[in-house]
C-alpha cells in the first residue's frame, strides 16, 4: 500500500514536472521515449524473428549433416553387407571348402576391398576355421563357437550380425605364430551354407570390417559450436564417440544410455551440465542410431554474448538518438528560446529592446509579427507622449494666451492712471518693464531659457504688480553665483509669484507682504524658491496643489501641478515642485531642476 | 544555446557512445578469431599414448603445442634452458614434468608468475603452479603390492627398479613394500637396467617378479625363467602379447593418453584464466581376462 502510494507520488512527480518543463524538455523527453519504445519494439521483434530463423537454419544444417552421415553409414553398411553376400555366393557356395579354389576367390575379394576389411574367415558349424584372408592362424585354445558372433550368425540365420568394435583377437600371424596386430573391428558375421567334403553343411562368414572405415564416417564431421556426432547401437553402448577414450577413462560423460530408446527425432537433453539439442537418427537394419549432439548455446541467438551484443548495439542506437534529439528538439526550440529571451528584455525596457527573428518559418513569423506590434507599441506610446506635450503645451499657451489680456489692461489702467496723476516717469518705468516682461515672455519662442532671464522677467511682473498694488509688499530677488547661466524653465516663477500676490499678500495691509525669490545650487541641483509670508494654507490644500488642477479664481490660472508637470516632462521625475506652507506663516514653493548650463540645454527646448 | 548541464550530458553520453563501440570491436574481435594458445609441454620421454592424448586436446581445446624433451633422463640443465626458451617466446602456458625437482624449483620460484604452469607427475612446491596432473606413485606401488599378495601371495618377491631412483620411482617402491609388508611377503629390491639385466639374476629360487618400471617389462619376459611369475606397472606395446599369454600374470595400467589428454587441457583452461580440476590418474588392474574389456581394452589398445 505504502509502495503503491510512492509509486503515485513518484508518477504525479513525473508527470508534473514534464507538464511543466520547458517546450524543448518536453520535446526532447518526448522524443527519446518514443525513440525507446520504437528501438525496443523494433529490436525485441527482429531480435526474436531473427534469432528463430536463426536456430531454425542452424538447426536444419546440423539434422542435413546428421542425416548424410546416417546415409554414408547405412551406404557404408549396405556395401558390407553386399560384400558379404558376394564372398557368400561367389567364394563360398557351391565350392568345397577348405579349397584353393575358395582360399583365391576369398583372397581376390579380401584384396578388393582392403580398405574396409581386416579378415574374411570361413567357419563351420563346429568352429573350425576352414578359410581365411589374408592368411592367418587361429589363437589357440579359442572356441569360436562361444562367441556371440557365431552363435547369433547360427541362430538368426536370416540376418547378418554386427558386432560391437573390439580389439581383434582371433587370429595369429601365419608366419610367426605370435600376434603381432592389434587392429580395432566391427565383426559381421552371418549365416552361410557351406560344402566341406563334398557334403553340404551350416557354417558361418565371418568378415571383420575395419573399424578406422567406420570411424572415418564421423571423424570430420563438425556441428555447430563444438556439436559432434556419435553412432550407438540398441543398447545405448557407444560404437564410435569423438573422445571414446576418454569416455571408457570416466572422464568425460556421455547421455547414450538415455538416448537408446529414442525414436527418430530431435530431441533436448542436459549433457554435462549443458542443455543440448540432440538429433537422432535410426540406421537401418542394424537398429545403431546415430546421434548428433548441438550444444543450445551454438544453435541460438540467445547465449550470453549475442544478448549483450544485441544489448550493446541497441543502447549504442538509443544513446545516438538521445544525441539526435537533443540537436533537434535545440534546433527547434532555440529561436522560441530566443524569441522568448528578446520578449524577457522587451518587458524591461520597450525602448531599446530588439524581437529576435530566426528559426523555422512560423517562428520568424511570430517574430516579425511581434516586432510589428512592438513597433506599433512604441509609435503609439510616442503619439500618445507628444500628443500629452502638445496638448500641456497648448494648454500652457493657452492659458498664457488668457493672461496677457488681463495682465495688459491692468497694466494699461495702471498706466492711465499714472498719466492722469502726472507721474511720468513711473509710467516710463512701467511701460518698460511691461515691454521686457512681454520681450522674455516670447524669448524668440523658446522654452528653456537663462535663470537670469527667467528672473529678469518675474522681477519685471514684481515691478510692474507693485505699482499697480501700491508697495502693499516688497520684494527681494537673490541669485547665487554661478546660477543665472544655468536654463530655466520659461515661466515658472512668474505664476509662483502671481499665486503669492493674490492669494498671500492681495489682502495684507501696505508694506507688510514680502516676496523673497532665491537661486541657489544644492547638491549639485539648482534651486528656485519664492517665499512669502502670506496667510499660508492648510496641509490638504498643499496636499492637492500637486495632484489636482486647483482652479485660480484670478491672474495667469496656471496651477502649480501645471508647473510641477512641465519641470518633470522637461528633465525627468525626479525633479518638479516642492510647497512648505504654514497657515498665518507663508508658503515657501521650491523649483527643483537639474543644473544645467544654458549652452547645454538646446535638447531639453527640442524635447519640448 | 546549450545549457552546462546538457554540455555534460551530451559529454557523457558522447563518452558512453565511445565505451559501446569499443565494446561492440572488442566483441567482434573475440567472436572472429577463436584464440589459439600457445603451450609448451616439458616432459620426460613422453610415450605415444601420452602424445596422442595432447594431440586430442590440442584439437579440442585449439592449442598449438609445443612439445620439449631432454636429450638425456635428468637433465634439469637442459630442461631449464629449454623452459627459458619458451617463457621468452611468449608461451600461454606450460606443461612440465621436472626432471631435476630441486633445480626446477629453484628456478620458478625467480619467476613472476604470468605464465601458469602446469606440473605433470612431479608436483613442484612453488606459489603460482597453476594446477597439477599426475600419478599418484605411492597408490601405484600400494596397487602392485596388492596385486601381488592377490596373485602370488606364497613366493618371495623381487622388486625390479631403474639402477637411478628418482623421486616418483621411490614412492613407487615406497607404496609396494607398505603393501608387501602387510600381507607378509618377503622382497628383495634388484636395480637394474634393459642391459644390464641377465638370466643369472634370476637363476635363485622361484620368485615372483615385480617391476616398478614398465621399460624393463620387455626384457624381463625375455630373461626371467617361465616359472616366475611376472607382475609390474605400467605397460608398452611390446609386452601385450605377453599379457595375453599369461607369460605376464598382470599389470597396473593407467591411461597416458588420459594424462597427455588432461595436461593439455589443464594448461589450456589455465591460458583462459579458468581453473581446472587437480587430476590424479585411475589404476587398472590388466591381465589375459581383463584386456579386452573396457576400459582397459583402450587403455592398451587406444584407437588412434
Known amino acids: 500500500m505504502k509502495e503503491t502510494h510512492v509509486f503515485a507520488r513518484v508518477a504525479r512527480r513525473i508527470a508534473s514536472t514534464y507538464n511543466r518543463g520547458s517546450i524543448r524538455y518536453v520535446i526532447f523527453v518526448s522524443f527519446t521515449m518514443i525513440a525507446l519504445f520504437a528501438i525496443v519494439l523494433t529490436g525485441g521483434t527482429f531480435y526474436a524473428r531473427f534469432s528463430s530463423q536463426l536456430e531454425n537454419t542452424l538447426y536444419g544444417e546440423n539434422q542435413m549433416l546428421v542425416e548424410q552421415v546416417t546415409q554414408s553409414l547405412n551406404a557404408y553398411l549396405r556395401n558390407m553387407r553386399w560384400i558379404s553376400d558376394t564372398i557368400s555366393y561367389r567364394a563360398v557356395k557351391n565350392r568345397d571348402v577348405p579349397s584353393v579354389e575358395a582360399n583365391e576367390s576369398l583372397l581376390l575379394l579380401y584384396e578388393a576391398n582392403t580398405n574396409y576389411i581386416r579378415n574374411i574367415g570361413v567357419y563351420n558349424d563346429a568352429g573350425e576355421l576352414l578359410a581365411i584372408a589374408p592368411p592367418a592362424l587361429l589363437r589357440e585354445n579359442v572356441d569360436v563357437t562361444q562367441e556371440e558372433w557365431f552363435t547369433r550368425a547360427l541362430h538368426q540365420s536370416e540376418n547378418q550380425h554386427f558386432s560391437m568394435p573390439s580389439v581383434q583377437n582371433l587370429y595369429m600371424d601365419a608366419g610367426t605364430g605370435t600376434k603381432t596386430q592389434y587392429n580395432w573391428i566391427v565383426s559381421l558375421s552371418s549365416y552361410i551354407e557351406i560344402t566341406q567334403n563334398k557334403s553340404v553343411r551350416r557354417g558361418v562368414l565371418l568378415i571383420d570390417l575395419r573399424y578406422d572405415a567406420l570411424a572415418e564416417l564421423f571423424e570430420n564431421v563438425a556441428l555447430s559450436n563444438e556439436g559432434y556426432v556419435y553412432l550407438i547401437d540398441t543398447d545405448g553402448t557407444i560404437l564410435y564417440h569423438p573422445h571414446h577414450q576418454l569416455i571408457s577413462s570416466g572422464l568425460m560423460q556421455e547421455a547414450n544410455m538415455d538416448l537408446a530408446s529414442l525414436r527418430d527425432g530431435e530431441y533436448t537433453q542436459q549433457i554435462r551440465g549443458e542443455e543440448c539439442a540432440v538429433i537422432v537418427r535410426k540406421v537401418g537394419y542394424t537398429g545403431w542410431s546415430v546421434v548428433g549432439v548441438i550444444p543450445h548455446r551454438g544453435l541460438m541467438m540467445g547465449g550470453g554474448q549475442n544478448i549483450l551484443f544485441v544489448l550493446i548495439i541497441l543502447a549504442l542506437y538509443f544513446a545516438i538518438i538521445i544525441v539526435v534529439n537533443a540537436y533537434v528538439s535545440n534546433k527547434i526550440t532555440d529561436p522560441i528560446s530566443q524569441l522568448e529571451l528578446s520578449m524577457q528584455k522587451l518587458e524591461k525596457n520597450i525602448a531599446g529592446a530588439e524581437v529576435y527573428v530566426g528559426g523555422s518559418h512560423e517562428i520568424r513569423h511570430l517574430g516579425r509579427t511581434i516586432q510589428q506590434m512592438v513597433n506599433q507599441l512604441k509609435k503609439l506610446t510616442d503619439d500618445i507622449v507628444a500628443e500629452q506635450a502638445q496638448k500641456q503645451k497648448s494648454e500652457l499657451n493657452a492659458l498664457q494666451a488668457q493672461i496677457n489680456p488681463h495682465f495688459l489692461y491692468n497694466t494699461l489702467d495702471i498706466l492711465v492712471w499714472m498719466i492722469e496723476k502726472q507721474q511720468p516717469e513711473d509710467a516710463l518705468k512701467i511701460v518698460s518693464a511691461l515691454g521686457r516682461f512681454f520681450r522674455l515672455s516670447l524669448s524668440k519662442g523658446k522654452n528653456i531659457i537663462t535663470v537670469q532671464d527667467e528672473l529678469e522677467h518675474v522681477r519685471n511682473y514684481l515691478m510692474i504688480q507693485q505699482m499697480r498694488y501700491k508697495n502693499k509688499f516688497t520684494y527681494t530677488i537673490e541669485a547665487e553665483e554661478g546660477t543665472l547661466e544655468l536654463s530655466s524653465i520659461k515661466l515658472v516663477l512668474q505664476p509662483l509669484v502671481e499665486n503669492a500676490i493674490y492669494h498671500g499678500i492681495e489682502f495684507m495691509n501696505e508694506g507688510e507682504g514680502t516676496i523673497d525669490i532665491r537661486a541657489y545650487l544644492r547638491q549639485g541641483d539648482l534651486y528656485l524658491s519664492v517665499r512669502d509670508n502670506g496667510l499660508g494654507m492648510p496641509k490638504e490644500t498643499v496636499a492637492r496643489l500637486l495632484t489636482e488642477h486647483v482652479p485660480v479664481s484670478i491672474g495667469s490660472g496656471i496651477g502649480l501641478k501645471n508647473v510641477h508637470e512641465r519641470i518633470m516632462l522637461y528633465f525627468g521625475e525626479g525633479y518638479g515642485v516642492e510647497i512648505h506652507s504654514e497657515l498665518d506663516e507663508g508658503t515657501l514653493i521650491l523649483l527643483h531642476l537639474p543644473a544645467i548650463p544654458y549652452a547645454e540645454a538646446e535638447k531639453y527646448d527640442r524635447k519640448a | ?304
Not at chain 2, 601371495?153 to 622388486?159: F, K
Not at chain 2, 634388484?190 to 615372483?208: I, V
Not at chain 2, 589375459?288 to 584407437?303: C, G, R
Request: proline share 4%; with cysteine.
Open chain 2, 1 to 304: 544555446m546549450i545549457g552546462k548541464l546538457e554540455k555534460r550530458l551530451l559529454a557523457g553520453i558522447a563518452i558512453l557512445i565511445g565505451v559501446l563501440l569499443l565494446l561492440v570491436v572488442y566483441q567482434n574481435a573475440q567472436e572472429t578469431g577463436t584464440r589459439t594458445y600457445s603451450i609448451s609441454v616439458l616432459v620426460h620421454a613422453p610415450s605415444e599414448r601420452f602424445k596422442k592424448g595432447l594431440e586430442k586436446a590440442a584439437l579440442d581445446y585449439n592449442v598449438d603445442v609445443h612439445l620439449i624433451t631432454t636429450d638425456e633422463p635428468g637433465n634439469g640443465e637442459q630442461q631449464e634452458a629449454y623452459l627459458k626458451r619458451e617463457l621468452q617466446t611468449d608461451a600461454d602456458a606450460i606443461v612440465l614434468e621436472a626432471e631435476d625437482a630441486e633445480r626446477m624449483q629453484a628456478f620458478l620460484s625467480k619467476l613472476s608468475a604470468h605464465v601458469p604452469v602446469v606440473t605433470y607427475r612431479r608436483t613442484l612446491q612453488r606459489a603460482g603452479i597453476a594446477a597439477h596432473i599426475g600419478i599418484d606413485d605411492y597408490e601405484l606401488g600400494l596397487r602392485l603390492g596388492a596385486l601381488i599378495a592377490a596373485r602370488s601371495p606364497l613366493l618371495p618377491c623381487l622388486l625390479i627398479a631403474p639402477r637411478t631412483l628418482d623421486s616418483s620411482m621411490q614412492s613407487r617402491l615406497d607404496g609396494c613394500y607398505a603393501a608387501l609388508q602387510s600381507a607378509g611377503i618377503a622382497s628383495r629390491l634388484l636395480q637394474t637396467d634393459a642391459d644390464g639385466m641377465t638370466q643369472a639374476l634370476f637363476a635363485q629360487e622361484p620368485h615372483t617378479l615385480a617391476v616398478l618400471d614398465e621399460n624393463l617389462l620387455q626384457p624381463l619376459c625375455q630373461l626371467a625363467p617361465a616359472t616366475d611369475t611376472i607382475l609390474g606397472v605400467g605397460y608398452v606395446n611390446g609386452v601385450r602379447a605377453q599379457l595375453e599369454s599369461g607369460r605376464i600374470a598382470g599389470l597396473v595400467v593407467y591411461s597416458e593418453f588420459d594424462m597427455g589428454y588432461l595436461s593439455l587441457q589443464a594448461a589450456a583452461l589455465c591460458a583462459a584464466r579458468k581453473t581446472p580440476a587437480v587430476t590424479e590418474s585411475t589404476f587398472y588392474i590388466a591381465d589375459a581376462e581383463t584386456m579386452y574389456d573396457a576400459p582397459v581394452e583402450q587403455i592398451l589398445f587406444p584407437i588412434d
